[in-house]
Antibody
């Protein structure tokens, strides 16, 4: 079955960077893209951006432009999301989700990775 | 920027029909998805392209979208349906946009 497995929880200090991985299985990685989303404590869902599994082309949310980089390793069917210059309001559960294009529904989702930013 | 508005909470009795709305300017011109989010779990897609159900989603979940409002309807609501529900659409200026979420209580 289609599955996305994310890396484990992270604790970072303000100003640091974090890189979260998302390993895909059960489908042709290069036939789909991966979106990254997050949910801060007590808040709603926020889309961060999308990367093509075939071309590596990206589409980032305007709010995060310049701080986020999404990459893929097709040899291991793994997507990565790096967020830099972390702030306390970046504390959230980060999810990866499959979508053919950035305007495709997100299905399925990874299990989530808690990133805590605290001094 | 484009915004989607959902009621913060909806309550329904077991076996009854729950309707959760999502409002946005000319939303009927866009495709809408709905996600179910239970505490401690990842979101699950329950409706895509306004009305379609992914495989494995019970038939009691249905969707509609017209004018400025999309609606998620759960017929014969069960206790297991208690969750937060988020609508989502795409906009040329904002890319992906989510509603604020609706907490469905089954009591």
């Amino acid at each position: 079955q289609v599955q996305l497995v994310q890396s484990g929880a992270e604790v970072k200090k303000p100003g640091a960077s974090v890189k979260v991985s998302c390993k895909a299985s059960g489908y042709s990685f290069m036939s789909y893209g991966i979106s990254w989303l997050r949910q801060a404590p007590g808040q709603g869902l926020e889309w961060m951006g999308w990367i093509s599994g075939f071309t590596g082309n990206t589409n980032y949310a305007q709010k995060l432009q310049g701080r986020v980089t999404m990459t893929t390793d097709t040899s291991t069917s793994t997507a990565y999301m790096e967020l830099r210059s972390l702030r306390s309001d970046d504390t959230a559960v980060y999810y990866c989700a499959r979508g053919k294009n950035y305007d495709d529904a997100f299905d399925p989702w990874g299990q989530g990775t808690l990133v805590t930013v605290s001094s | 920027s484009y915004e989607l508005t959902q009621p913060p909470s909806v309550s329904v009795s077991p076996g009854q029909t729950a309707s959760i709305t999502c409002s946005g300017d000319k939303l009927g011109d866009k495709y809408v998805c709905w996600y179910q989010k239970k505490p401690g779990q990842s979101p699950v897609l329950v409706i895509y392209q306004d009305t379609k159900r992914p495989s494995g989603i019970p038939e009691r979940f249905s969707g509609s979208n017209s004018g400025n409002t999309a609606t998620l309807t759960i017929s014969g609501t069960q206790a297991m349906d208690e969750a937060d529900y988020y609508c989502q659409a795409w906009d040329s200026s904002t890319s992906v946009v989510f509603g604020g979420g609706t907490k469905l209580t089954v009591l």
